[in-house]
């Protein structure tokens, strides 16, 4: 029998990505209470995103957000997040379908899709995507 893996962050987040918006669902391994919230897809809206995060008291590093690539939309927010220290998994629109449908969900929604990334997030702790900008730059300017 395999067990999920031990806990390396103590809040899990999930965000659905939508062109102008995205919604983000958490929680905290122990604890049943989901949070949720809709973010406009822009800089306040990110701020607005990090400072709700970091009102949990968990430090950015801490802090395991889980989002899919859809289309380009979900660069500049997995981009800033990242700079600001929180650690990011980008993964497939296939992987985030096929967790959900072994979750048997049937319902649809984008606060629904948020807090499945969130439990995908929790239960296998996905890679930690990495900026390739920085090396980029240094490798042009060696």
Wanted: hydrophobic share 50%.
């Amino acid at each position: 029998m395999t067990s999920s893996p031990e806990p390396l962050y103590d809040l899990f987040v999930g965000i659905d990505i939508a062109a102008v918006t995205a919604s983000v669902a958490w929680k905290e391994p122990s604890r049943k209470i989901w949070h949720a919230l809709t973010i406009d897809q822009t800089p306040q809206g990110f701020q607005t995103l990090q400072q709700r995060l970091l009102a949990t008291g968990h430090s950015a590093k801490s802090i395991l957000v889980v989002m899919e690539a859809t289309g380009s939309y979900w660069m500049t927010l997995a981009t800033t997040l990242a700079q600001a220290g929180f650690a990011i998994s980008v993964i497939t629109p296939a992987q985030a379908h096929h967790f959900a449908k072994a979750l048997l969900k049937q319902a649809k929604t984008d606060a629904i899709d948020a807090q499945t990334l969130a439990q995908l997030a929790a239960l296998l702790q996905p890679a930690v995507w990495t900026l390739l900008r920085p090396f980029l730059l240094n490798s042009i300017n060696d």
